[in-house]
């Protein structure tokens, strides 16, 4: 296998994998996540930045070398599936492990309840599983399910947010998006559709995972930096819910009606918002023009058809890259503690063109 030497440690053809097609990435030590990809039909699965930073080992971690074919893989889901995001997400792990032919796969969803996710992972470590694949609700509270994994030396991949915890000890790896980059695109589209004059309500995701306050970090502190006529004028969480969504832009559209830009934290928040603007009597994407993240059919065609503005993708399909992962990493090499996937976005000039890549 051809390895790459890198710093301390030799990091593996796989460590460096992008999904698509298991193609390889450049392993130089970039420093920084790549720019965004502009639209091909390669975004459709995602796409390992080049991997910079420290890595592990199982020699780090300590634990067994394993086949993934003779294995039981557990993966545990966070939220429920009423969101494109998490069933666009269950199905890649699903269908991974299926063209790995794992031994065995056992999946499990949280409903959104950290309790549940911590029993959940628990269960699966009781089934036999002995390599763990988290998609963790929130960034903190896991404690307890990841000292389970800990105290048997089961590999823990987490997927999509980040965990305040220690890679390569508390799990191996993160893979995942940048999430700050993601607030920061959404504010430049906002920024570029409304010709720098726009007085904003954000819409905000689930509060205590860092993918909340990551995209509005980002996003605030683009708008700070180059929307000097860009105006906040209110905050309020949607929990990532396209009902909580429209019920509170319904509200912030009542007490601030000169309202013209929604950023919404993700698609079915600014999907809600959408029927909002409609309620209100206004012509969505005109009127008040809408920003959000994830990459969602339901959005993307909204964009084709100009009731809607933007869309920075938050690409959910981790199974050939996690699987990827680990495959490398059970296999003694080392991988990436960080691994930064490239995320694309749409607007009007490319929607159309791309829609079919969204989720
Ligand atoms: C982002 C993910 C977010 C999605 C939402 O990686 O954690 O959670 O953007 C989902 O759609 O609720």
Sequence with gaps: ?????????????????????????????????????????????????????????????????????????????????????????????????????????IKTNAQSTLSKQISDINDLISQGAQVLIVAPLNSDGLEPALKAARDKNIPVITIDRKLNATACSDYVSFLGSNFVQQGQRAADQLIAGTKGTAKVAVLLGSSGNGVTTDRTSGFVDEIKAKGPGITIVAQQTGDFARDKGQSVTEQLLQSNPDITAIYAENDEMGLGAQAAIIAAGKTPGKDIQIYSIDGTKNAVSQIVTGAYNGVIESNPRFGPLAFATLKSFLAGDAVGQDIVIQDSQYDSSNAAAKVDSAF
């Design 1 to 105: 296998m051809k390895t790459y030497r890198k710093g301390r440690a030799l990091l593996s053809a796989a460590a460096c994998v992008a999904a698509v097609g298991l193609v390889l990435t450049g392993c130089t030590n970039t420093g920084t996540t790549s720019s965004a990809s502009t639209g091909s039909a390669t975004d459709a699965a995602q796409t390992a930045a080049a991997v910079s930073g420290p890595t592990c080992s199982l020699a780090d971690y300590k634990g067994d070398k394993i086949d993934l074919t003779q294995a039981i893989v557990g993966f545990s889901q966070s939220e429920k599936e009423d969101n494109p995001f998490r069933i666009a997400e269950t199905q890649s792990i699903t269908d991974e492990a299926a063209k790995i032919g794992v031994k065995k796969f």
